[in-house]
């Protein structure tokens, strides 16, 4: 008795197709797992860009508060370089 790599159905020894679900039997079970693992780094990876997004949105905000403190010390100090020229 064999088992379906794919759904897990019982499957009889000479069977090449499964009855269940039809995945290909007997052959190297190998390139299967290889196939179901490429959607799930695709979305990892879509996890990891939204993820991104999100760090770069932030760091953005923070860019932003950090571009107003520079360009504040930077008047300040041409306001004071201007005072003692
Ligand atoms: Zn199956």
Known sequence: MKYCPNCGAQLPDNANFCGSCGARIGATPQ???????????????????????????QRMKKMKWWHWAIIAIGVTMLTMMKLGA
Request: hydrophobic residues 20%; aromatic residues 8%; positive net charge.
């Open 31 to 57: 390139p299967q797992p290889q196939p179901a693992e490429q959607p799930k780094q695709k979305m990892f990876s879509m996890d990891n860009y939204r993820a991104n997004r999100e760090a770069q949105k």
